[in-house]
């Protein structure tokens, strides 16, 4: 973590250097620092740094578009005549094992419109979940098990 801490810091000293401080800039000068540390991974300890780079931008990319769907489908439940739904918390069988993970994956599901997470069991083995429509929670399990945990157990599995 302390790898994109560095990332960070000088996407910054970029964003300085060059005198404008515009979101294009900072994302250019993220993405040139990201090379740059990529080059000199050996000496810095962190091979893979790219890849993970890549990994959590793919991660971030899944969410958003996430969002777009169920942002669209909740505006469509709004909006019908007949407001046909079925609320429900249904139990999720974590396989993420980390708080991190587990606090991350609970984030975005409770960010995605039409569903919250409510509650992790005592022994983090279990999240449980509010869906605006839980007719069907095996389809919703399927989709965050393929979808967000699959994503964020790519991206941090080996993060200690």
Known sequence: MIIYAINLL????WAAVTGSATLHNLVFGFLLSTLALGLIRDQINGTGYVTRSIRVASLIGLFLVELAKAAWKVAILVVSPRLDIKPGIFAYPLTVTRDFEIMLLANLIT???GTLSV???DDKSTLYVHALDCSDPDATRRDIAEG???KIREAF???A
Not at 10 to 13: G, Q, R
């Open 10 to 13: 000088m996407a910054v000293v």
């Open 111 to 113: 960010l995605t419109p």
């Open 119 to 121: 509650d992790v069991s």
């Open 148 to 150: 967000f945990e699959r």
């Open 157 to 159: 599995h080996d993060l």
